[in-house]
């Protein structure tokens, strides 16, 4: 059986920063790829960044880039996301995920397993 647990979320002020971390049970998350997705109240999830299973390769959309780095502890199974230089629009709840050998994938369906979610405010 395979669980995602997300820590880290938390209120932080406009310009602040924070680290979430998903650890896996049941699934190695070096073989699959691993994404954060976002959502907040009243608005669809929405894709925040991946990582792929085999080479260092990642993806964000582009409202992040730049503020936030998506990356894996092997030896750990986990797979964090360093959120700097955050932003009131940053506000949601923060969701890890895992799916199968498919790249780039953004969309939610395209991801297996999901964590219960992280919530992430951001005031201004």
């Known amino acids: 059986q395979v669980q995602l647990v997300e820590s880290g979320g938390g209120v932080v002020q406009a310009g602040g920063s924070l680290r979430l971390s998903c650890a896996a049970s049941g699934r190695t998350l070096s073989s699959y790829k691993t994404a954060w997705f976002r959502q907040a109240p009243g608005v669809e999830r929405e894709f925040v960044a991946a990582i792929r299973w085999d080479l260092p390769v990642t993806k964000y959309t582009d409202s992040v880039k730049g503020r936030f780095t998506i990356s894996r502890d092997n030896a750990q199974n986990t797979v964090s996301l360093q959120m700097k230089t955050l932003k009131p629009e940053d506000t949601a709840v923060y969701y890890c995920?895992?799916?199968?050998?498919?790249?780039?994938?953004?969309?939610?369906?395209?991801?297996?397993?999901w964590g219960q979610g992280t919530q992430v405010t951001v005031s201004s």
């Open positions: 995920a895992t799916g199968s050998r498919t790249w780039p994938s953004l969309r939610p369906d395209e991801y297996e397993y």
